[in-house]
């Protein structure tokens, strides 16, 4: 003799509220057994609570209506659960990651050399500069040398112009680092390419995962910023991919301050 049971037993019976009874009966993916005619009373039997069971099980790893509907009806069951398994691979890793950067945060709260800096990890956009080789005496020289190779192409190609917001940064290419006859790259984001000339190079660079900090003040204090970034990529199961990228955003030309001088420090990077 089959029994049937009212949609408030059945609700005890599964461990299961009324209300996510009569939503999976609305969406279709638990209809009660039957429905009296008269009442309009939802009624179940315990059959149903084998399928009940698997919906809550498909519905605690995470899996979405849509998806129980597939696994439900035979329907790419394997696919489903591989892709819910990917899932939370990339969610599982994101924890650790979000983790690690929290540990690296508590810790440097000890260092007070490190406490005005940050760091994130971002997507630079891939973009056609113009690209030049150089060597300059000194760290100082920087702020003169920048200026002039820009007036040189702005005559050359009057025509020219810089993205918008601009994008211009330097590389250092002696892979060490030195206080003197210091050869760098300068690259400046523009709006189109150009025929090189002289040693001027208009080319694309492509995008790339850097980690990210900012430094607020003269440029000799610079090597903090450094410091603090790969003591972050370090802690933090990365390592450096390629030559870090000095971005100015304020200085000598917009601030009458040094302090107010703003440098984004870019260190492109790898997994571990």
């Avoid at 939802?42 to 149903?48: K, N, V």
């Avoid at 979405?64 to 892709?83: D, F, Y």
């Avoid at 440097?108 to 891939?126: C, H, L, N, T, W």
Wanted: charge should be negative; glycine fraction near 4%.
């Amino acid at each position: 003799m089959r029994i049937l049971y009212r949609i408030g037993e059945f609700s005890k019976m599964s461990k299961t509220t009324i209300k996510t009874l009569r939503y999976y009966d609305e969406i279709g993916l638990l209809k009660p057994q039957e429905t009296d005619k008269f009442t309009g009373y939802r009624l179940y039997t315990t059959d149903q609570l084998f399928k009940l069971h698997k919906i809550q099980s498909y519905r605690q790893i995470g899996l979405s209506i849509e998806e129980v509907k597939m696994l439900l009806s035979g329907k790419n069951p394997e696919q489903v659960l591989k892709k819910r398994k990917e899932e939370l691979i990339s969610e599982l890793n994101n924890a650790k990651d979000q983790l690690s950067r929290l540990e690296f945060l508590l810790q440097r709260k000890q260092e007070d050399q490190f406490m005005s800096y940050s760091a994130i990890i971002k997507e630079v956009p891939g973009c056609l500069v113009y690209s030049v080789e150089f060597t300059v005496p000194t760290y100082d020289a920087f702020m003169e040398t920048i200026p002039a190779i820009g007036a040189i192409i702005e005559k050359k190609y009057p025509d020219l112009k810089c993205t918008v917001p601009e994008y211009c940064f330097i590389r250092y290419l002696d892979g060490e680092y030195k206080e003197k006859d210091i050869r760098v790259e300068l690259c400046e984001a523009v709006d189109q390419k150009k025929p090189d000339f002289d040693d001027v190079v208009f080319k694309y660079l492509d995008p790339v995962k850097v980690v990210s900090v900012m430094h607020k003040g003269p440029y000799s204090r610079l090597g903090e910023a450094y410091a603090f970034a790969m003591k972050w990529i370090d802690e933090n199961g990365y390592r450096v991919a390629d030559a870090p990228r000095e971005s100015y955003i304020d200085g000598i030309w917009n601030k009458d301050s040094e302090e107010e001088w703003l440098t984004e420090i870019q260190i492109p990077i790898e997994t571990k």
